[in-house]
C-alpha cells in the first residue's frame, strides 16, 4: 500500500467509506454494506497508520466473534464475512476467538438453508455458489489454510471445465448450458446453441431471465455470480495461485459475453452498473481490457455486495 495516493478518486471513495459507522456489523443481511465499510477502514489504516481505523476493524470483528453464529441463509454469510477476514489481515488483528468463527462460518455454522457456507459453495453452481467461493477464499487465506485453499481452487476449476463434480446441482432449467450432458459454470470457448452465441454464459444464473431463448431475458444474476468469481480469483492470485487463465480465460469469456457482446447485440443494460461496476478495473488491470472509464464520479471506484475497492489496484 505504501506508494498509493492519498488523493485522487479512489481514495477519496475508500476514504468517505472508511469513515462511515459500521458498528455493530451484521453479517445475517445479505444487503449490509457493513463489511465493504470495514474493509475500507482497513485499506485506510494499512496506507496510513492511522490507528483509530484499525480500531473499527478490530471492534467488528471483536463483536462477531463474541456473537457467534449469525442469523439467515448461507447467501448473506457468504455475501458478508469474506471481507472481515480481509479487513482483519490489513490491520494485522489476529486472535483465536476469531480464527475460530472464521471456521465456524465456513465449516460448522448451519444456516437456515441447512448448509454450511462451504457446503453451500460445493451444492450451488451459481451465485450463491460464487459468493461462497469469494469469502471461503478469503477465510482459508487468512487462516493460512493451503489444504482448503488449495480444495475449493480445485473444486471451482472442475466446475468450469467438468465434468460436473458432486453434490452439485443445476437448476431443472438446463437450457443455457451448450451441453446439456456435460453441464459447466461457464459455457465453453466457442460455444453456440441454435445460431446464437453462448460462449461465457453463467447458464445457471441466466436462466432467471429465462429459459434458452434470442434475445436473452435481461437479468442481473450473472454479473451477482461474477462479484464472487472476482473475490475469489483476486485473493488466489495474491496466494500465488492464479484462476485467471483457467479454460480459456473463463471469466474473462463470462464478464465479455455480457458488457461487450450482449450490451452490443441485445441491449446495453447487459453491461456493468451499480454495485457490478467496481469489478472493472479488476478485470482491466488482469486482461487489459479498458472497460472501466476512470471518471472520478462512477462507482468504478466504489464497492460491491461482497469487495471493491479499485484503489487498491493503482501501485500494480
Known amino acids: 500500500m505504501a506508494p498509493l495516493p492519498t488523493s485522487g478518486p479512489g481514495w477519496d471513495w475508500v476514504k468517505a467509506a472508511a469513515d462511515t459507522n459500521f458498528y455493530p456489523p451484521d453479517v445475517s443481511n445479505q444487503d449490509s454494506n457493513d463489511n465493504v465499510f470495514c474493509l475500507a477502514a482497513g485499506i485506510v489504516y494499512a496506507r496510513t497508520g492511522i490507528q483509530s481505523y484499525k480500531d473499527n476493524v478490530v471492534a467488528a470483528c471483536e463483536y462477531l466473534a463474541s456473537h457467534g453464529k449469525p442469523g439467515a441463509d448461507t447467501l448473506a454469510w457468504a455475501r458478508e464475512t469474506g471481507a472481515y477476514a480481509m479487513a482483519a489481515d490489513l490491520v494485522g488483528y489476529r486472535t483465536s476467538a476469531f480464527e475460530t468463527w472464521l471456521r465456524n462460518m465456513a465449516e460448522v455454522y448451519v444456516a437456515t438453508d441447512g448448509r454450511t457456507m462451504r457446503g453451500m459453495f460445493e451444492a450451488r453452481p451459481n451465485n450463491w455458489g460464487t459468493h461462497g467461493f469469494g469469502s471461503l477464499g478469503a477465510i482459508y487465506r487468512y487462516l493460512n489454510d493451503t489444504t482448503e485453499l488449495t480444495e475449493i481452487r480445485d473444486y471451482w476449476i472442475q466446475l468450469v471445465v467438468g465434468p460436473k463434480p458432486s453434490p452439485a446441482s443445476y437448476g431443472s432449467d438446463i437450457s443455457w448450458h451448450v451441453d446439456e450432458n456435460n453441464l459447466r459454470q461457464i459455457?465453453?470457448?466457442?460455444?453456440?446453441?441454435?445460431?446464437?452465441?453462448?460462449?461465457?454464459?453463467?447458464?445457471?444464473?441466466?436462466?432467471?431471465?429465462?429459459?434458452?431463448?434470442?434475445?436473452?431475458?435481461?437479468?442481473?444474476?450473472?454479473?451477482?455470480?461474477?462479484?464472487?468469481?472476482?473475490?475469489?480469483?483476486?485473493?488466489?492470485?495474491r496466494a500465488g495461485m492464479s484462476i485467471w487463465n483457467v479454460d480459456d480465460q473463463a471469466i474473462y469469456r463470462a464478464a465479455y459475453c455480457l458488457q461487450v457482446r450482449f450490451a452490443t447485440d441485445y441491449d446495453p443494460a447487459w453491461a456493468a452498473t451499480g454495485d457490478d461496476l467496481w469489478m472493472l478495473p479488476f478485470l482491466d488491470k488482469i486482461y487489459g481490457t479498458s472497460w472501466a472509464t476512470g471518471d472520478p464520479e462512477s462507482r468504478e471506484w466504489d464497492h460491491g455486495k461482497n469487495t471493491g475497492w479499485a484503489y487498491v489496484t493503482l501501485g500494480e
Not at 460455444?191 to 436473452?216: A, C, T, Y
Not at 437479468?219 to 472476482?230: D, K, P, R, S
Open 187 to 237: 459455457n465453453p470457448q466457442g460455444s453456440v446453441k441454435q445460431g446464437m452465441n453462448i460462449d461465457g454464459v453463467l447458464p445457471d444464473d441466466l436462466r432467471r431471465g429465462s429459459s434458452f431463448k434470442e434475445p436473452p431475458t435481461m437479468t442481473g444474476y450473472c454479473w451477482e455470480a461474477l462479484q464472487g468469481i472476482v473475490m475469489a480469483a483476486r485473493v488466489l492470485d
